[in-house]
């Protein structure tokens, strides 16, 4: 199940406007060690991709699951580039034009089909170095939790609910990431 929504803000569990003033917002970025070099896409895949299914897993119950733009929708696709294979073929296969502008719902399984593409998303879809277009943020429909892929090469969680965000970034803790807590959360 994989729907095409132009109206995010009757999905999300919570109100965007607030989170993204981060009012009662917790939060932690995962981080690589770049140890002065720079991090490639393929070192950030192969890092953050189990990262993500994991993440997925530990907090999937049941309901859908949406991948949207952060601060502000988009379009999906700016260009013809040949670049997001996988998320391109899913738009043609559906008829949704490049310019679509919304949140793509996902089942849990179809979701976990789309990591790589999603987790490349913020440097892929320009396929050009050092232009990022747009953060994407995956949320559970249910859940006040939001994992942030960002365009700097992290992936950030953020919640209202601080054990929760706590048992998940200790859950995740592995020699790979740095973890560093957002002002104010505390762990």
Request: hydrophobic letters at 35%.
């Amino acid at each position: 199940m994989i729907e095409f929504k132009t109206e995010v803000k009757e999905l999300l569990p919570y109100d965007r406007k607030q989170y993204l003033l981060l009012n009662k917002w917790y939060g932690a970025s995962f981080q690589l060690s770049n140890d002065a070099k720079e991090i490639t896409s393929p070192e950030f895949i192969l890092n953050y991709e189990p990262l993500l299914k994991k993440l997925i897993e530990q907090l999937d119950n049941g309901y859908a699951w949406i991948a949207n733009h952060d601060y502000k929708d988009k379009n999906w696709f700016p260009n013809e580039d040949n670049t997001l294979t996988s998320l391109r073929d899913l738009f043609k296969k559906n008829n949704i034009p490049n310019t679509f502008i919304g949140a793509l719902v996902f089942s849990k399984d179809e979701l976990l089909k789309f990591t790589r593409d999603l987790i490349s998303y913020p440097h892929a879809v320009f396929d050009q170095k050092e232009i990022l277009y747009n953060d994407i943020d995956i949320s559970n429909n249910k859940i006040p939790f939001v994992i942030k892929i960002s365009g700097h090469m992290n992936i950030d969680l953020l919640s209202t609910d601080k054990e929760l965000l706590k048992k998940i970034v200790n859950s995740n803790s592995s020699g790979n990431f740095i973890i560093k807590e957002y002002r104010g959360t505390q762990l």
